[in-house]
């Protein structure tokens, strides 16, 4: 299946035929890179779907041993969100990072406001100003004085409230909204972060326009994909619990059913008058690369796209 492709259980996602001592030195390998992988790109696939039109960075590579970080921010960008915060992640998708001024800058310059002060000074005018205001302060009075400090040059605020003084962390964001607002601040936006989880967001979504999304992404459940023998010398054959013989995928983009059956099965007509294509394609041929690379962008607008129908 192609990159990017939305898949179920049972059906098979890759296939390979040649002889097994040729490639059984290799299974090890692909079921790690294609079990982590899918799981990164699920998880953010299902935050960004739930976040809909607001922004949803990627902030997980500080979880992740620094060798892995570049292929979770990928899988990350793939499966939806709109940016990653590491350079190397950047530069291997083709996008510039993304982030906000950090709490090092605050306490280094003693306050929030002496920092965005800085920060407004140093920073090249076509990024936007952003604001980090859980440091020192209560949230509510310290978007207050930031906005009275950059007035329009301020395009959010981000809220990184620690787990352990957070409490109802809806109530705080939404306080702080009532402040803004009633000073004529209502073009500021909000950005959260600090152990975002899926359950959050639709809670959340009402007062934030965006997300910077760690640990529920980088630390996402691996897909548990087997790879097994299911054919040998052109006979069926397979263990117990797995349907022996080679397949074919099938979808109608008509009434999207799907099917799987037998690789000689030359079905193509769908119930609703579509016709099936298939999802399984040759990719690889006797070392020989057969599909041209999509590019991280193209493939993060297919997942969206196929997605955006899909119940969570």
């Not at 630390?219 to 087997?226: G, H, K, Y």
Request: hydrophobic share 40%; charged share 25%; aromatic share 8%.
């Amino acid at each position: 299946m192609g990159e990017g492709t939305v898949f179920y259980p049972y059906e098979p996602v890759m296939e390979i035929e040649g002889r097994y001592q040729d490639f059984c030195v290799y299974e090890t390998a692909i079921l790690g890179l294609i079990c982590q992988a899918s799981g990164v790109a699920t998880k953010a696939a299902r935050v960004k779907k739930l976040a809909g039109d607001r922004l949803v960075m990627s902030f997980g590579a500080r979880r992740m041993r620094p060798i892995l970080a570049p292929m979770i921010e990928r899988n990350a960008y793939i499966g939806g969100c709109d940016g990653v915060a590491v350079v190397k992640s950047g530069e291997l998708i083709g996008e510039d990072p993304m982030g906000t001024m950090p709490h090092s800058l605050i306490l280094c310059m003693g306050s929030t406001v002496d920092a965005i002060k800085a920060y407004d000074e140093v920073l090249e005018p076509k990024f936007k100003r952003v604001a980090l205001i859980d440091t020192f302060l209560d949230e509510k009075f310290e978007v207050l004085n930031v906005a009275e400090v950059m007035g329009n040059k301020l395009f959010a605020v981000r809220f990184d409230t620690p787990g352990s003084r957070r409490g109802n962390f809806y109530r705080i964001l939404e306080e702080a909204r009532w402040e803004l607002d009633l000073r004529g601040f209502k073009d500021v936006k909000f950005f959260v972060s600090g152990g975002i989880n899926e359950t959050d967001i639709p809670v959340l979504n009402p007062v934030v326009q965006g997300y910077g999304i760690g640990t529920a992404i980088s630390n996402a459940p691996v897909i548990d994909f087997a790879m097994d023998i299911v054919e040998v010398d052109g006979k069926p054959t397979a263990k117990r619990g797995k349907w022996s013989g080679s397949k074919r995928v099938l979808v109608c983009p008509l009434c999207s059913e799907r099917k799987i059956v037998p690789n000689d099965d030359q079905k193509t007509g769908c119930s609703c008058g579509g016709t099936f294509g298939d999802l399984l394609s040759p990719f690889l041929n006797q070392g020989q690369r057969l599909v041209q690379a999509e590019t991280p962008s193209r493939i993060r607008e297919s997942v969206i796209r196929k997605v955006k129908g899909l119940e969570l």
